[in-house]
């Protein structure tokens, strides 16, 4: 796969310590902590937002299971009082 191409930005934190404290006990460097953060937080984000349109197409289709009987399933599998 080609590398994808890069492009510098700058960014403020406070958080500076704690990113090369964890660059030095991965052996790696603060450029890597970043980009892998910043990765993982747009797949995390990118999954929600796909489940999110999926839940709001769902609805609008009537594809919904009401609250109580939600609920009431949950309950019943963990054998709690409702």
Do not use: C
Not at 57 to 75: H, K
Request: hydrophobic content about 45%; cysteine-free.
């Amino acid at each position: 796969m080609p590398a994808r191409p890069t492009a510098p930005i700058t960014i403020r934190t406070s958080m500076t310590e704690e990113i090369d404290a964890l660059a030095a006990a991965m052996d790696r460097s603060r450029n890597y902590i970043i980009n892998r953060a910043i990765e993982q937080y747009l797949e995390a984000n990118a999954w929600q937002v796909e489940r999110i349109r999926e839940g709001l197409a769902a609805a609008r289709d009537g594809r919904v299971t009401p609250a109580d009987e939600v609920f009431d399933a949950i309950a019943a599998k963990h054998g709690w009082p409702r």
